[in-house]
């Protein structure tokens, strides 16, 4: 067994953040006398991963992902526990390990606005200093992969947000970090778009065996590349496991989508019906028998369109949610 | 050594293209730079000249050199990095800044150093064609402009490491225009922005010559106006080099507490 890339082991993260009742008393109040409250967005996590791994990291918003991900990149100190990334403590930011890692964040931009983000690349050349050579060579890869050819030589405010993500991504990765942390990678990008920032994470990850952590609502995301996830909910760990023994697990159902025109159908033979508006009926059923219940709507009633669907990745979490605290 | 050449080269042409896209605010800043002390200097030799020519030991035509002169002088050594770093800490980029293996204080350098020369040669024009109109009274010997180089390269170190230190109390606060309201106007009054320190009461001369303003702009027009002995000159420089040595260790010790900070509370 290889000594872990990424390890945590209880770590913990407590914000202190002041609060008060709305109104003038409570304002000149609070000039006297503050009233905090801790919060705790991280409470007492631990995973390791190993060199080469692509991780899923899941939970709902405010469960503690992006503050994990700022603790192991070194942005935030942890309130307890302890980190460890290729043998270094994250938040003493020492260079050589800030040459080793990546953190790209959907919304959060590097890449100087108002020129090309070509001037942006060469910049951080100079920062990593990146051999001449290796810099070539490796942006015309991540032009030829991310398709961004056209794009290098207008001004990013001039780019659309999906050009803007894959500039990002290759600015963040031109150093070639062995650790990348992408928090949201795809948020708000076209299906296209997702693909190709998908395909290419992948890509990476195969062709420089890096560690990669990443956090997604998009289950394609995650699905796509991660074959391991560890699930987050108020700051705690929940899973840490293979995708598909989670979704297993936990989503034994799948839902389909059905159009009649009408919903004076009874369809209870077929499934639980969960809802029915404007003659679309939303069944429930159990994950095997999928192809079955498909075949049958088909063959007994006139059905418009229908569709076959995943529960969203917050519903199978709500769900290891709902079974631990069971 | 190498690596730190290579990354300013870098930085200067980046920020020399960034600057470029920024010309109009450039050039407000510069209109800025222009009327400030076109208005002083209008007022001072409005009153010389209703006082007979003379306020204190500045005449009429030596207001219009020590305005002019002080034009070109808070110009080189102005920063805008006190109304900024808020802006950094609040929108993000400064943690974009931190997970880079090197400190933010490179590129800042390198982006007020490329904006003024971008914006000097302008500004000299500006005024030599108000000196034009205002005839100032202005003969320095040469050694004053040699002396003047390391003058200028030390105010602008003091001025530029006193700011970014101060500009760092957004880690704490959210009301750091306050902070910079009042450092504006320790510097407007004690580092003879709104008038010569000379024409100040004995006890606001004193507090200038122990403060670190006068430093980044009094001292350096005065040289130049030649109203500095060669001898006084000297120690003039090592009273600036004293205070870009207490700057950098302020700047250190302050960032390295912000930082703290700033990792703790929420990055």
Redesign the interface.
């Known amino acids: 067994m290889t000594s872990p890339v990424i390890h945590i082991h209880n770590l913990h993260k407590t ?2 953040v002041s609060e008060r009742e709305s109104g003038i008393l409570a304002a000149v109040q609070s000039l006297f006398h503050r009233h905090t409250k801790k919060i705790a967005a991280v409470d007492g996590i631990s995973f390791d991963l190993a060199p080469g791994e692509v991780v899923g990291f899941l939970g709902p918003n405010g469960a503690g992902k992006t ?1 994990t991900l ?1 603790m192991l ?5 942890p309130t307890e526990g302890e980190v460890s990334v290729l043998g270094h403590v994250p ?1 003493k ?1 020492e ?2 390990f ?2 080793q ?3 790209v ?1 959907g919304q ?3 890449l ?1 606005w ?2 090309p983000a070509l ?2 690349f ?2 951080n ?5 990146i051999p001449t050579e290796d810099y070539r060579r490796l942006l015309a890869e991540l032009t030829e992969l991310l398709e961004l050819e056209s794009v290098l030589r207008k ?1 990013v405010r001039n780019l659309s947000l999906g050009e803007r993500m894959k500039c990002e991504i290759a600015a963040a990765l031109l150093h070639r970090p062995g650790v990348v942390f992408l928090d949201e990678p795809t948020i708000g990008l076209d299906v296209t778009m997702q693909r190709r920032i998908r395909t290419f994470i992948a890509e990476y990850n195969r062709r420089f065996g890096a560690t990669i952590l990443l956090t997604s609502h998009y289950m394609a995301d995650v699905e796509a590349l991660c074959k391991r996830v560890v699930v987050i909910h108020h700051g705690r760990l929940l899973f840490d496991g293979d995708l598909a023994e989670l979704v297993q697990k936990f989503t034994p159902y799948k839902t389909i989508a059905v159009q009649l025109g009408d919903c004076q159908f009874d369809l209870r033979s077929y499934g639980d019906v969960v809802s029915c508006t404007d003659g679309q009926f939303t069944l429930r059923v159990p994950k095997a028998e999928t192809a079955r219940v498909t075949e049958r709507l088909l063959a007994d009633l006139p059905v418009i369109d229908l569709l076959v669907e995943d529960p969203p990745i917050e519903e199978v979490i709500e769900r290891v949610f709902a079974q631990e605290t069971a | 050594m190498k690596a730190l050449t290579e990354l300013y080269a870098q930085q200067f042409k980046t920020t020399f293209a960034m600057m470029l896209q920024y010309r109009a605010a450039l050039a407000i800043w510069m209109i800025g730079h222009v009327l400030e002390p076109l208005i002083y200097l209008v007022v001072w030799s409005t009153a010389a000249s209703s006082r007979g020519g003379s306020v204190g030991d500045y005449s009429t035509r030596e207001f219009a050199a020590y305005f002019l002169t002080m034009m070109l002088v808070n110009h080189v050594t102005y920063t805008w990095i006190m109304w900024e770093f808020e802006y950094r800490i609040r929108h993000g980029s400064l943690s974009a800044a931190l997970l880079r293996p090197v400190h933010p204080i490179h590129s800042d350098i390198a982006d007020n150093v490329s904006s003024k020369l971008i914006t000097l040669p302008f500004m000299i024009i500006i005024a030599a064609g108000l000196a034009l109109l205002f005839h100032p009274n202005l003969s320095p010997s040469p050694w004053v402009f040699l002396a003047a180089i390391p003058v200028l390269l030390l105010a602008f170190a003091i001025r530029f490491l006193f700011e970014w230190t101060l500009a760092q109390a957004a880690f704490w606060t959210t009301r750091v225009s306050a902070i910079n309201q009042i450092y504006f106007v320790l510097v407007l009054f004690l580092s003879g922005q709104i008038a010569p320190l000379s024409l100040f009461p004995r006890s606001v001369q004193i507090a200038a010559e122990w403060l670190p303003f006068r430093w980044m702009i009094g001292f350096p027009v005065e040289l130049l106006l030649g109203r500095i002995a060669p001898v006084q000159a000297m120690t003039g420089v090592g009273v600036q080099v004293a205070w870009v040595i207490l700057g950098l260790i302020l700047l250190k010790a302050v960032w390295r507490r912000g930082v703290r900070t700033y990792s703790a509370v929420g990055a």
Do not use: C, F
């Open positions: 914000y202190v503050t700022k990149s070194g942005l935030l100190h938040w930011r260079k050589l800030l040459r890692i990546a953190l964040m959060r931009n590097q100087i108002d020129i001037d942006s060469e910049l050349r100079a920062i990593y200093r001004p």
